[in-house]
Each structure stands twice: as structure tokens, then as C-alpha cells.
């Protein structure tokens, strides 16, 4: 009986981080293997906003989300139409003089690390979008901010990685072995390393791994071009996403190249099922409603919800795992795994390999210890 066919990696799941980290392997030189039960792109990432952002939620989330920020940037020439990438910006919104304050505090912070930002005053907010309601104070405009559409972005990812060789298997993977993995349907894959990018179910291939489900809900209106210019975000929207025990929103839009606006944004923890609720969904577009009034006369086409894979310390976990030696984790990015997919693969790669990474890894790490704990896990 012939031998399975050894490859260097196997990658379990073909969301964008499995994609580009597929990518990163296969362009340096490593015999690839990606691993998907469903569609490409077609869980967690197409369930995403797909912003391309820099945050400062903490230094490390910070370092990772403008490395890959400026990655994305190197590939925006290469980036098909498809993918919907547009370099808008984003605007930090500040409801009154307290949040005027605290956007002032956080372009200090981002141009410290030579990202750049700016103040824009109630005259000058109402300028860039007028569709905004009256009485704001102002925002910070993060200009090198972007949006794209995540599914295509995968795509992309995974186009590049089969140009380079890699290969795409159809199956699910059951558990990791000695020498590789075991899809369900009984297939061996011999491999040197797996790595695990299987989003909110990697604990299940690698006990351990501190990553829980959020449930988020989304919301995309008709097509209005020039209704909205840059991706708007309330300054409340980091108070939401600290929030780990209560279901919140915050007000997020992003402007699409269709000339649709897509709404958010929802968290939950310990929902038990994918289904649109109408509650949360009323709360999230009231939310909405209260800062741009215009939206309450648009049209919805498609509302939907997607599971965050979400880690106790809001970083993700890039790296190996204590045992066994060989397998490797690339997941818990929560909300900003479309952002961050360039920077996990590079990061990952860089380990795999012993190269020297271009910001430092040990933030990420699988084996740091955190003092915060996920609620209904």
C-alpha cells in the first residue's frame, strides 16, 4: 500500500487566517496542505464587517493591527476588484466635550506610534458626513483605515497559496495524531507541522485554548452612493467590546463600494444558536438610528450573525502549543481577523521557519498566561 503523501503543513481551516497563513507557507517554499470542510471564507470571514484597522484597545492588539494594517497596504496593488478594498478611513466619533477629549488623547497615542491621525472639529465632521446628526463635537480621523470584503480577501489568499502549490483537501479535521491529523471521514494526512485556524472551534482540536463563541449581528441596507464616505465608529464602541459578560452594541458603519452601508455592531456571549434576533437587532439599528437619523429611511436587504472567536485578553494566539511539538495555533482574533491575517501568517511563519519576525511574537503566544476569564464559555 502506498504512503499518504507527507506534507510540511497542514492547515486546518480555510478561513482568511488559514488562507493567508497557507499563502505565507507556500510562497516560502513549504509542500502546503489546507484543510476545509465548508466553503473557503465561508464561516467566521463571511460573517465579518471587514475592516482593515489599527486599534489601541492594548500595545500589543496595537503592534499587530498597524503591522498588518501596513501588510495590507504592501497588497493593495495586487488585491483584485473583487475584494472591495477601499483606504476610507475611519472616524472616531465624539458625542460631547468628555469624548472630544478622549479622541484628542487618541490620536496622541496613534501618532506616537507613527500612525497618522487627526482632529476634525463639529464644522469640520459635518463636512466629511453630512448625514450625521447635528450637536456632535467632533472625531478623529484615522485616514490609513479600510474596508474590504472578506470572503473575496480569502479568496485572494487562497488563489495565491494554489499558484504556489499548496493544495485544497475537502474534509473536516477530527483530531491530531503523532504524525499529522485524522479527517472524520477516516483520512490519514501525514504532515510535519498542522496548524490550527479553525476560529471558535480550535479548543476542540487543542484542548485547552482559551477561545469562546461571540455571537454579533449585522445588518446591510440598499445600495445610496454618497451616503456615507468613511467607516464611523462611536468612541462607546470600546466600552462594548470590553464588555465581557453583557450582550451590547456600539455604532459602527462602514461604507461599501456597491454603495451599500453595512450596520453594526452586536456582542454576545452564550448564545446558544445563529439565529437573528429581533431584539438585538432593534437595539443595534436604534443605536445606529441615533447618530445618522437617515437610516431609519432606508431599505434592509439581509440581516445575519457570525461567531467571534474571542480569547480572555482580546489577543489572538499565534504560535505553538505546549504539547504536541508539532501543532501550532492561529485563531482567537475575535473581531479583527480580517485585519490581522496578514500580520498572523507573517508572525506564524517566522516561528515555523526561526526567522526573525519584524514585531515581536510573545504577546501572542499560546502558552502566556492571562488573569481575565471568558463568561459562558
Not at 12 to 39: K, N, P, Q, Y
Not at 52 to 62: E, G, L, R
Request: hydrophobic share 45%.
Amino acid at each position: 500500500m502506498a504512503k499518504p503523501e507527507a506534507w510540511d503543513v497542514a492547515i486546518a481551516g480555510a478561513g482568511i487566517i488559514g488562507c493567508a497563513c497557507a499563502a505565507a507557507a507556500a510562497e516560502a517554499g513549504l509542500r502546503t496542505l489546507l484543510i476545509e470542510a465548508g466553503v473557503p471564507g465561508g464561516g467566521t470571514t463571511a460573517a465579518g464587517m471587514g475592516h482593515i484597522v489599527a486599534m489601541d484597545d492594548s500595545p500589543a492588539q496595537f503592534a499587530l493591527t498597524r503591522y498588518s494594517q501596513q501588510l495590507w497596504q504592501q497588497l493593495a496593488p495586487e488585491l483584485p476588484r473583487q475584494v472591495e478594498y477601499e483606504r476610507c478611513g475611519t472616524l472616531w466619533l465624539a458625542g460631547d466635550e468628555d469624548e472630544w477629549r478622549l479622541a484628542a488623547a487618541k490620536r496622541e497615542a496613534y501618532r506616537a506610534q507613527g500612525v497618522p491621525a487627526e482632529m476634525l472639529d463639529a464644522r469640520a465632521l459635518a463636512a466629511a458626513e453630512p448625514h450625521l446628526r447635528p450637536g456632535l463635537a467632533g472625531a478623529m480621523l484615522a485616514p490609513e483605515d479600510g474596508v474590504l470584503y472578506p470572503p473575496a480577501a480569502a479568496k485572494f489568499f487562497l488563489d495565491r497559496a494554489r499558484a504556489r502549490g499548496a493544495r485544497l483537501l475537502a474534509g473536516e479535521c477530527q483530531r491530531i495524531e503523532a504524525r499529522g491529523l485524522r479527517l472524520r471521514d477516516g483520512t490519514q494526512v501525514a504532515a510535519g507541522e498542522v496548524i490550527i485556524a479553525t476560529g471558535t472551534r480550535a479548543a476542540e482540536l487543542a484542548p485547552g485554548a482559551a477561545i469562546a463563541p461571540r455571537k454579533g449581528h449585522l445588518l446591510i441596507t440598499d445600495r445610496y452612493p454618497g451616503r456615507l464616505h468613511h467607516q464611523l465608529v462611536e468612541l462607546g464602541y470600546l466600552r462594548s467590546a470590553h464588555a465581557l459578560s453583557e450582550d451590547s452594541v456600539a455604532f459602527n458603519l462602514q461604507p461599501r463600494l456597491s454603495g451599500q452601508i453595512l450596520i453594526g455592531s452586536s456582542r454576545q456571549f452564550g448564545a446558544a444558536t445563529a439565529e437573528v434576533e429581533p431584539a438585538m437587532l432593534a437595539r443595534m439599528l436604534q443605536r445606529a438610528i441615533e447618530f445618522m437619523p437617515g437610516l431609519a429611511a432606508m431599505s434592509c436587504v439581509r440581516a445575519w450573525t457570525g461567531f467571534r472567536p474571542a480569547t480572555p485578553d482580546k489577543l489572538p494566539l499565534i504560535g505553538p502549543v505546549e504539547d504536541p511539538p508539532h501543532v501550532w495555533l492561529a485563531a482567537g482574533h475575535e473581531g479583527l481577523g480580517i485585519t490581522t491575517a496578514t500580520g498572523t501568517a507573517a508572525l506564524l511563519l517566522a516561528q515555523l521557519t526561526g526567522q526573525a519576525a519584524a514585531i515581536p511574537y510573545t504577546p501572542y503566544l499560546p502558552s502566556r498566561k492571562t488573569e481575565a476569564v471568558l463568561e459562558h464559555a
